[in-house]
Nanobody
Framework: QVQLVESGGGSVQAGDSLRLSCAAS????????LGWFRQAPGKEREFVAA????????SYVDSVKGRFSIFRDNAKNTVYLQMNSLKPEDTAVYYC????????????WGQGTQVTVSS
């Protein structure tokens, strides 16, 4: 059974930092591309960041470039999202996702963790 479990969310002030974690089980973690997505109230879910299976390629949505960083620890089957200089518009439920094939949609998803940034 595949499980992706996010943690690390919370309520912070603008300018603060948070580190989200996503612990995976039931997948061959080192073979998976991993991503972070978020969904704000009343909005569509959007891509935030991704890291490929080997860890040598990352991508980010423009709005978080220079502030967020995605990295992975294959020994711990965990992917992280370091979020610095948080803004109120970063408020959302954050989800991690995994896939084996970079040409396909992400097919494994976590349950989400809430991040709330107040001004």
């Amino acid at each position: 059974q595949v499980q992706l479990v996010e943690s690390g969310g919370g309520s912070v002030q603008a300018g603060d930092s948070l580190r989200l974690s996503c612990a995976a089980s039931g997948i061959i973690f080192r073979q998976c591309d991993l991503g972070w997505f978020r969904q704000a109230p009343g909005k569509e879910r959007e891509f935030v960041a991704a890291i490929n299976w080997s860890g040598d390629s990352t991508s980010y949505v423009d709005s978080v470039k220079g502030r967020f960083s995605i990295f992975r620890d294959n020994a711990k089957n965990t992917v992280y999202l370091q979020m610095n200089s948080l803004k109120p518009e970063d408020t959302a439920v954050y989800y991690c996702a995994a896939r084996y094939n970079s040409r396909r949609d992400y097919n494994y998803w976590g349950q989400g963790t809430q991040v709330t940034v107040s001004s």
